[in-house]
């Protein structure tokens, strides 16, 4: 099992930006997928990459959002631009064909 620890949340106004980390040992070999969580809602998977480097993103996220893998860190980041309230969510990385145990999160708050 991986383990899977998401950094880089915070609290930004609308229209800012705000970067995320998944860091984790081994998971050179898995997609990855960056996933959130908002208040009251299912958790939805926002964007993923394989480790050739393409990329998927939701409809909602497209042309704001980057994802990108650094596999000598072992680390993937989810580069978030323009945000909006409804982007407001617990953000969680993990691998969508083999998941893991979840982690914690990082919690992002877009709000003037």
């Known amino acids: 099992q991986l383990q899977l620890v998401e950094s880089g949340g915070g609290l930004v106004q609308p229209g800012g930006s705000l970067r995320l980390s998944c860091a984790s040992s081994?998971?050179?070999?898995?997609?990855i997928g960056w996933y959130r969580q908002a208040p009251g809602k299912q958790r939805e998977l926002v964007a993923s990459?394989?480790?050739?480097?393409?990329?998927q993103y939701a409809d909602s996220v497209k042309g704001r959002f980057t994802i990108s893998r650094d596999n000598a860190k072992n680390t993937v980041y989810l580069q978030m631009n323009s945000l909006k309230d409804e982007d407001t969510a617990l953000y969680y990385c993990?691998?969508?064909?083999?998941?893991?145990?979840w982690g914690q999160g990082t919690r992002v708050t877009v709000s003037s």
């Open positions: 081994g998971f050179n070999s898995y997609a």
């Open positions: 990459i394989i480790p050739g480097g393409r990329t």
């Open positions: 993990n691998a969508p064909a083999a998941p893991q145990p």
